[in-house]
Nanobody, 131 residues
Framework: QEQLVESGGGSVQAGGSLRLSCAASGYPSSAYTSSRYYMGWFRQAPGKEREGVAVIDTGGDSSYYVDSVKGRFTISRDTAKNTLYLQMNSLKPEDTAMYYC???????????????????WGQGTQVTVSS
């Protein structure tokens, strides 16, 4: 059974760093190198909609970021370990949210940072940034 398990969340002061990990299991290994298979990180703060933070196209390793995290966050993956990472630097209080890992096949018309096509989700890991 396909499964995504996040880890690495926690509490940090503004300006600090955290690295989130997402271990994927149970999915056909060929999916991880398909040009249509995407993995990504989303976040949802209390009272706000879930937003795409960073997404990677596992076939070509193209990555996409929401404007608010560009230059601070880096998405990467370890194919051998089937693990997705999100390195978060220069964290700000507005980065506080529950962070979710997601995976799925996207159609060509799906925006990379949209939830469209992501049909597998992790349970989430909390990130709290204090000022």
């Amino acid at each position: 059974q396909e499964q995504l398990v996040e880890s690495g969340g926690g509490s940090v002061q503004a300006g600090g760093s955290l690295r989130l990990s997402c271990a994927a299991s149970g999915y056909p290994s060929s999916a991880y190198t398909s040009s249509r298979y995407y993995m990504g990180w989303f976040r949802q703060a209390p009272g706000k909609e879930r937003e795409g933070v960073a997404v990677i196209d596992t076939g070509g390793d193209s990555s996409y970021y929401v404007d608010s995290v560009k230059g601070r966050f880096t998405i990467s993956r370890d194919t051998a370990k089937n693990t997705l990472y999100l390195q978060m630097n220069s964290l700000k209080p507005e980065d506080t949210a529950m962070y979710y890992c997601a995976a799925g096949f996207k159609a060509y018309w799906h925006s990379p940072l949209s939830q469209s096509g992501f049909n597998l989700w992790g349970q989430g890991t909390q990130v709290t940034v204090s000022s």
